[in-house]
């Protein structure tokens, strides 16, 4: 009887989803997380693998509608090419420039980025704050997952163990605005001790509304911060409104102590980090 090979890469969608439904396999999209564990040191390394490199259903930017959608096999370095992306997601083309060096960016997807669900994964808080849906398909067909939904536990995910990532789908608001920032231990090549999405709408006279504040590194999982977005609903960014919501912040949030950082460190950060990007927004 023939072997199979470790590493299956199937031509069509079709053909991934009856391997997959045939299970256990793991996908493998540019491997960036996958290959680390590869040696058996960081846990069990998977048996088989599904390499989706080869599935062009998996990739593309789009306007679809009233959203921007992003194949899952969409890399960092095609979201900072793209135009697209440039015009309507600056906040994700930032984020996209800050993950690993060249040659992450040329193969890390955001797909593996929704699915690796690491607490620090740095496009999880932008995902939040834009109200992303995230599109999984198997042989039943597909399903929209909100993007609230998920991330239900620390490095879990809403996907059955036989369905893909499809692609994550933005909607795209009119006046919205989204700012990102990082905090690691230097610019480049760092895993985050705090990532921050600020999104909101800006209605001039009455302020903003539909504020969003998502931060990753904090908690088991992505997390949004509701006081805080409440804190932030109806005002415009002055500097009473930014002290106002980055002490909201510090008492909202209980973040982690972990080898990266302090629980402490981190709710200080935060609370700065977000005090930045409202003083930046009011322009003061
Ligand atoms: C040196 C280095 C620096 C890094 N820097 C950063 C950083 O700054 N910020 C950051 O957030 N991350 C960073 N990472 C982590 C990694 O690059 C990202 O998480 C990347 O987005 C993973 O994408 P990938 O396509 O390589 O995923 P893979 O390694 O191919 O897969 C990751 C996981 O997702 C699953 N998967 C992938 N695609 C799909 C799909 N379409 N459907 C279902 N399951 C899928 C796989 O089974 C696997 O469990 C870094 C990694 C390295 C090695």
Known sequence: ???????????????????????????????????????????????????????????????????????????????RRSALCREHLPALVEAAATIGAAQIQNRGTIGGNAVTAS?????????LALDASLVCGSVRGEREVAASAFWPAYRRTALAPDELLMRVRLPLAAGRETRFRKV?????????????????????????????????????????????????????????????????????LQPIDDVRSTAEYRRVVAARVLHRLIREAGGW
């Open 119 to 127: 607490p620090a994964g740095d496009t999880l808080p932008l995902l």
């Open 184 to 252: 690691g231990t230097r610019r480049a090549q760092s895993i985050s001790k705090v990532v921050m999405a600020l999104s909101y709408r800006d209605a001039a006279k009455a302020g903003w509304t539909d504020a969003r504040v998502a931060l990753g590194s904090v908690a088991p999982t992505p997390i949004r911060a509701s006081a805080t977005e409440a804190a932030l609903e109806g005002r415009s960014p002055t500097p009473e409104t930014a002290d106002r919501a980055a002490e909201t912040l510090a008492s909202e």
């Open 1 to 79: 009887m023939p072997v199979e090979p470790p590493v299956v890469s199937p031509a069509t969608l079709a053909e991934a989803f009856d391997r997959l439904a045939d299970g256990p396999v793991t996908p493998i999209a540019g491997g960036t997380d996958l290959m680390v564990a590869i040696t058996g040191e960081l846990g069990e390394p998977p048996d088989r693998m599904l390499d989706l490199w080869l599935l062009d259903e998996l990739r593309g930017i789009a306007i679809e509608g009233d959203a921007i959608v992003l194949g899952a096999l969409t890399t960092y370095t095609e979201i």
